[in-house]
């Protein structure tokens, strides 16, 4: 759950000038399906995460986790917010932890503030937990938090850091920290691309685009009438300043209903780690079954559902193909897969038991690597 006072963000209702706040006074609100969507993303992360580096003979005596924008803990209807999901993520796994983990919790709202803490005050936490609750602004905040744990521990332990604001000021502070260029440090990054190509022609958001993107060369969206290209030339540029820190990047592109053909944004995560990206892949292919890379809320009602938990008699498999570049074989094949930008669909009925294989592919320039994701299901 997030506080904030601005833009774009999908919890939020629209202002007078088409902006997107929660009011100052709201403590709690309702939570939307792609927060859900956000969420499932999240648990499904740490819950690869934290055994790997938290356990077994390689594990190491520090975790750090960081919640920049941490709200209430829960929504108005009683689901579990950010705070919350994190440490539940970690009692799930405690009895298999041997690293210490270390939960810091930005927010700046005071009465939020004081029902998050109520909130873990209500948990049974093993005593080795460190829970940190910062009542203060993320972009004093963040900054201090990621100094004061250098000076403490000499190195930053393993550290992951959520970064959800309600709009785009605060991003260019966790950008300027270290955090990205130390070795096991991830960011899990919200960038509302869609408010941002919308808006970006108005004088009071040149200063946040600049520190946004490094320059000015963000300016380029301009040159298009085109929205899409416009949220795509945004979206690549932020992907590229991510790459100057970070070796592996990958984008997931959510939408709310209400804001078809409006504010989609995306999350960016950032990590050093292959393995890091592999598992956030996973977490991806949780939301978005066919490709991994999209939440659509207005489509949900209708999403292809691929993989049942039980056997089924009849099953549609959709494969899609879209802007496919390799520069190496498939394992297995000699031929090259070429450039394809059409969509190829693919459908069949299976009456029998038989392993499908869902492959979808991604951008190589965009993601380093040209192979999405592939998952293989016993029907």
Request: glycine content about 8%.
């Amino acid at each position: 759950m997030k506080c904030g006072r601005d833009i774009g963000h999908e919890d939020a209702g629209p202002d007078s000038r088409g902006h997107h706040t929660v009011a100052r006074k709201d403590t709690l609100w309702p939570i939307t399906r792609p927060t859900q969507a956000k969420h499932m993303i999240l648990r499904t992360y740490l819950d690869a995460w934290l055994p790997i580096l938290g356990a077994g003979r390689h594990a190491h005596e520090h975790v750090v986790l960081i919640d920049g924008f941490a709200g209430p803990g829960r929504y108005s209807g009683g689901e579990p917010g950010s705070p919350l999901i994190m440490l539940k993520a970690y009692l799930d796994h405690s009895a298999a932890l041997d690293a210490t983990p270390h939960f810091f919790f930005i927010e700046e709202h005071h009465e939020r503030c004081e029902h998050v803490r109520q909130e873990i005050a209500a948990l049974s936490l093993p005593s080795k937990v460190d829970v940190k609750i910062i009542e203060g602004s993320f972009l004093d905040e963040f900054p201090a938090l990621i100094d004061g744990l250098r000076t403490r521990f000499g190195q930053l332990p393993p550290t992951f850091a959520f970064i959800d604001p309600f709009g785009a000021e605060e991003i260019p502070a966790a950008l300027s920290t270290p955090l990205l260029e130390i070795p096991r440090c991830e960011l899990l990054v919200y960038f509302p691309v869609g408010f941002l190509a919308r808006f970006a022609e108005q004088p009071e958001f040149k200063p946040i685009l600049d520190s946004l993107y490094g320059g000015e060369q963000w300016k380029r969206a301009l040159a298009t009438p085109d929205f899409e290209t416009r949220k795509r030339i945004l979206h690549d540029l932020f992907l590229a300043e991510l790459q100057k820190r970070v070796t592996w990047v990958r984008s997931f592109e959510i939408t709310p209903a209400a804001e078809a053909g409006g504010n989609t944004y995306y999350l960016f995560f950032g990590t050093g780690s292959q393995m890091g990206l592999r598992r956030m892949k996973d977490a991806m292919w949780r939301v978005d079954p066919e490709a991994g890379q999209a939440f659509r809320d207005s489509t949900l009602a209708d999403h292809p559902v691929l993989f049942e938990q039980e056997p089924v008699k009849g099953v549609k498999t959709s494969i899609r193909r879209s802007d496919v570049g390799f520069r190496r074989p498939w394992p297995g094949h000699s031929a090259y897969l070429q450039p394809a930008p059409e969509r190829v669909g693919v459908r069949s009925r299976l009456g029998h038991r038989c392993h499908v294989l869902i492959i979808s592919f991604t951008r190589a320039r965009d993601y380093h690597e040209p192979l999405n994701g592939a998952r293989t299901v016993q029907l």
